[in-house]
């Protein structure tokens, strides 16, 4: 029987024996929904480390698996997403005040992402702090992507053995097209530095 005190091992991960670790901005409410979480507040967007540490057992015997999106499109998606007040609990409303004061995606990566605001903002950090570790190696067992995603889920269906489709849930106008997004030159520059190690550890084009 599933208790809060698991926590973060929520009651659909128990179900299945899996751990979805949850990149924001990278299609994890779909995918939740899909293994039947119901709709809570709040966001479980934890890291590999905070799972094994909280029972190594179930780290280990279960089927561990994450979605990350190319991230150009991430970090334009963020951005959108922050600055219509992101999931409308006081936290974001405040944030998204913040964000308004500059008057684009670009202004708000030369003047600010650039300078070090918002870098520790969970929609901010870099998806492989989530589930790689210090030596660069991937700590689930499969990788998705959200250029894929449909795709991948079928996959990952079959391997859990549940019959579910996945829905894309709070999708936003930014297009799912491999980092083509309509930004500045010297934006997609300084992005490529930041993200570097997402860049080189999914096999995206900077």
Same mark, same amino acid.
């Given at each position: 029987?599933?208790?809060?005190?698991?926590?973060?091992?929520?009651?659909?991960?128990?179900?299945?024996?899996?751990?979805?670790?949850?990149?924001?901005?990278?299609?994890?409410?779909?995918?939740?929904?899909?293994?039947?979480?119901?709709?809570?507040?709040?966001?479980?967007?934890?890291?590999?480390?905070?799972?094994?540490?909280?029972?190594?057992?179930?780290?280990?015997?279960?089927?561990?698996?994450?979605?990350?999106?190319?991230?150009?499109?991430?970090?334009?998606?963020?951005?959108?997403?922050?600055?219509?007040?992101?999931?409308?609990?006081?936290?974001?409303?405040?944030?998204?005040?913040?964000?308004?004061?500059?008057?684009?995606?670009?202004?708000?990566?030369?003047?600010?992402?650039?300078?070090?605001?918002?870098?520790?903002?969970?929609?901010?950090?870099?998806?492989?702090?989530?589930?790689?570790?210090?030596?660069?190696?991937?700590?689930?067992?499969?990788?998705?992507?959200?250029?894929?995603?449909?795709?991948?889920?079928?996959?990952?269906? &079959?391997? $859990?053995? %549940?019959?579910?489709?996945?829905?894309?849930? +709070?999708? !936003?106008? /930014? @297009?799912?097209?491999?980092?083509?997004?309509?930004?500045?030159?010297?934006?997609? &520059?300084? $992005?490529? %530095?930041?993200?570097?190690?997402?860049?080189? +550890?999914? !096999?995206? /084009? @900077?």
């Amino acid at each position: 029987m599933w208790r809060r005190k698991d926590f973060p091992y929520r009651k659909h991960f128990v179900k299945h024996k899996c751990i979805f670790v949850h990149i924001p901005k990278a299609a994890g409410t779909s995918v939740l929904a899909a293994l039947g979480k119901t709709q809570e507040k709040g966001r479980d967007h934890i890291s590999w480390q905070t799972y094994k540490k909280c029972s190594s057992r179930k780290f280990n015997a279960y089927f561990k698996f994450s979605f990350v999106r190319n991230p150009y499109d991430r970090a334009l998606s963020a951005y959108r997403y922050i600055l219509s007040g992101g999931n409308q609990g006081a936290q974001d409303l405040s944030v998204a005040q913040e964000i308004a004061q500059y008057s684009s995606f670009d202004d708000f990566v030369e003047r600010a992402l650039w300078k070090g605001a918002f870098r520790s903002h969970l929609l901010f950090l870099p998806q492989s702090s989530f589930i790689m570790d210090a030596n660069e190696v991937l700590m689930v067992d499969f990788l998705g992507y959200f250029e894929t995603l449909e795709e991948d889920f079928k996959f990952i269906a &079959e391997t $859990l053995g %549940i019959e579910s489709q996945v829905a894309h849930h +709070n999708k !936003g106008n /930014t @297009p799912a097209s491999a980092g083509n997004v309509d930004m500045a030159t010297s934006t997609r &520059e300084k $992005l490529a %530095i930041m993200y570097a190690q997402d860049f080189v +550890n999914f !096999g995206y /084009t @900077p």
